[in-house]
C-alpha cells in the first residue's frame, strides 16, 4: 500500500513569490492534515481538511491556505513568501475515526522550502 | 493553548547504555502518541497510550502515560546506533461537535547514539 506522497520534495523560492505544495494521502484516508516544522518551533498546525472540508484550522496568517479535492489529494498555498517560511512542511493522512484517542497519523516525507 | 515540553532537548549516547526522555505538560491530554522522524523523512508513529498509569512495550521501547495523563516518558533499554533520530510526543485533545481537535506535538528529543 502506498504511502503518504508529497511534491515536491525540495523548493526554492525567493521573498514575495506564492507556492503551492501537493499532498496524496494514503487510499481510504479522507483526511489530511497539514504541518510547518522548523528546528525553532518544531511542528505547528496548519490545517486539517476532511471530505474537502476544512475542520480545523492553527494560528497562521491568512497568506497560508489549503485545500482538499475529492478524491482526498490536497495542496497548500503560501502566498508572499517571507524569510521565515523556511521550512519543511509535513503532510500526514489518516482515517479519522471521530475520536482521538484512535487517530493515527501517516506522514509524508514533506516538502523542504527555502526562501531566499 | 496547550504545549508538550519534552526533555533533554538533545542526547548523544552509547550503544548499549539506557536512556528516558520525557514529555511535560500542565494540560491534560485524551491520548499521548509518540513519533521517531529520521532525516529527510516524516515522523513515523511509535505508539499511542491512552489511559492514565499505562505502560507499553515495543521490543527495547518502554512507554508510560502519567497517571494524571499529563506527562509521558520513553525509555529505552541498551540503545542501538538505529535508534537514533527526533522523538517527538502529541497529545491528542477532546473531540469536539467538529471531531477531533489537533494533535500538540513537542519540539522533540534529539537522539545519537553512537556505536
Known amino acids: 500500500k502506498a504511502g503518504v506522497t508529497q511534491t515536491p520534495r525540495y523548493l526554492i523560492k525567493t521573498r514575495g513569490q506564492q507556492v503551492t505544495l501537493s499532498c496524496s494521502p494514503i487510499?481510504?484516508?479522507?483526511?489530511v492534515s497539514w504541518y510547518q516544522q522548523t528546528p525553532g518551533q518544531g511542528l505547528q498546525f496548519l490545517f486539517e481538511?476532511?471530505?474537502?472540508?476544512?475542520?480545523n484550522k492553527g494560528n497562521f496568517p491568512g497568506r497560508f491556505s489549503g485545500r482538499q479535492f475529492s478524491n482526498s489529494r490536497s495542496e497548500m498555498n503560501v502566498s508572499t513568501l517571507e524569510l521565515g517560511d523556511s521550512a519543511l512542511y509535513l503532510c500526514?493522512?489518516?482515517?479519522?475515526?471521530?475520536?482521538?484517542?484512535?487517530?493515527?497519523?501517516?506522514f509524508g516525507s514533506g516538502t523542504q522550502l527555502s526562501v531566499l | 493553548t496547550q504545549l508538550l515540553e519534552q526533555s533533554p532537548q538533545f542526547l548523544s549516547i552509547q550503544e548499549g547504555e539506557n536512556l528516558t526522555v520525557y514529555c511535560n505538560s500542565s494540560?491534560?491530554?485524551?491520548?499521548l502518541q509518540w513519533y521517531r522522524q529520521e532525516p529527510g523523512e516524516g515522523p513515523v508513529l511509535l505508539v499511542t497510550?491512552?489511559?492514565?498509569?499505562e505502560v507499553k512495550k515495543l521490543k527495547r521501547l518502554t512507554f508510560q502515560f502519567g497517571d494524571a495523563r499529563k506527562d509521558s516518558s520513553l525509555h529505552i533499554t541498551a540503545a542501538q546506533p538505529g535508534d537514533t533520530g527526533l522523538y517527538l510526543c502529541?497529545?491528542?485533545?477532546?473531540?469536539?461537535?467538529?471531531?477531533?481537535?489537533?494533535?500538540?506535538f513537542g519540539k522533540g528529543t534529539r537522539l545519537s547514539v553512537i556505536a
Open positions: 500526514a493522512s489518516s482515517w479519522r475515526t471521530g475520536t482521538a484517542t484512535n487517530e493515527k497519523l501517516f
Open positions: 487510499s481510504g484516508h479522507r483526511s
Open positions: 481538511y476532511f471530505s474537502e472540508t476544512q475542520r
Open positions: 494540560s491534560v491530554f485524551s491520548s
Open positions: 497510550v491512552v489511559t492514565g498509569g
Open positions: 502529541a497529545g491528542g485533545g477532546p473531540t469536539t461537535y467538529s471531531g477531533n481537535t489537533p494533535l500538540v
